[in-house]
Nanobody
Framework: QVQLAESGGGLVQTGGSLRLSCTAS????????MGWYRQAPGEQRELVAS???????NYADSVTGRFRISRTNTYRTVYLQMDNLKPDDTAVYYC??????????WGRGTQVTVSS
């Protein structure tokens, strides 16, 4: 069983920064892809950023230039550095991972609130 534990959410003013972390543990510790989704109230869950095992990254258009995803060399922890935050970034942020076996895993989410 795989567990994804997120941390780093909180309340910040417009223009501020936060850094989210997600650490994987459990039986499967090799992943093809890890990243972050977010879900705002009344909205669908959307991809924010992802990083593949080969280091390739992908960002949603809305966060390009403001957010940066990175990972540890062991590929067990991924980070999301969020700068110049806007009220529209307010959401629950979920870590996700696709294991080499093809299984898909989610964290429980961490709340990010950006005040105007």
């Amino acid at each position: 069983q795989v567990q994804l534990a997120e941390s780093g959410g909180g309340l910040v003013q417009t223009g501020g920064s936060l850094r989210l972390s997600c650490t994987a543990s459990g039986r499967i510790l090799s992943f093809n892809l890890m990243g972050w989704y977010r879900q705002a109230p009344g909205e669908q869950r959307e991809l924010v950023a992802s990083i593949a095992a080969n280091g390739a990254v992908n960002y949603a258009d809305s966060v390009t230039g403001r957010f940066r995803i990175s990972r540890t060399n062991t590929y067990r922890t991924v980070y999301l550095q969020m700068d110049n935050l806007k009220p529209d970034d307010t959401a629950v942020y979920y870590c996700h991972a696709i294991a080499v076996t093809g299984s898909f895993h989610w964290g429980r989410g961490t709340q990010v609130t950006v005040s105007s």
